[in-house]
């Protein structure tokens, strides 16, 4: 069974940033494709990013695009989210996920394993 914790999280004024990190336990981090979602308050939650299991193919929604960098240390078993030029939009808790296979998707029903989330608010 994996672990996944997130840090990182905070309020921050627009045009800010943040960087998200998302530590595996009980199983090196490289086992999995990881991929970071959101929910702003009172929607649904989001796909935003995610990363294949070697780190070498990224996907981004198109509302981050440009703003928003997945990547990944395997040696460390840790994801991280950079996030720049934040958006009061970009208010929301962020969940980090771990899927069982190679390749990075954005539907979440596809991943097996959750954080508990980290809240990021932007104020403007």
């Known amino acids: 069974q994996v672990q996944l914790v997130e840090s990182g999280g905070g309020l921050v004024q627009t045009g800010g940033s943040l960087r998200l990190s998302c530590t595996t336990s009980?199983?090196?981090?490289?086992?999995?494709?990881m991929g970071w979602f959101r929910q702003p308050p009172g929607k649904e939650r989001e796909f935003v990013a995610a990363?294949?299991?070697?780190?070498?193919?990224?996907i981004y929604a198109d509302s981050v695009k440009g703003r928003f960098t997945i990547s990944r240390d395997n040696a460390q078993n840790t994801v991280y989210l950079q996030m720049d030029r934040l958006e009061p939009e970009d208010t929301a808790v962020y969940y980090c996920?771990?899927?069982?296979?190679?390749?990075?998707?954005?539907?979440?029903?596809?991943?097996?394993?959750w954080g508990q989330g980290t809240q990021v608010t932007v104020s403007s």
């Open positions: 990363i294949t299991r070697g780190g070498t193919n990224t």
């Open positions: 996920a771990g899927r069982t296979g190679v390749f990075a998707m954005t539907i979440d029903r596809m991943y097996d394993y």
């Open positions: 009980g199983r090196t981090a490289s086992s999995y494709a």
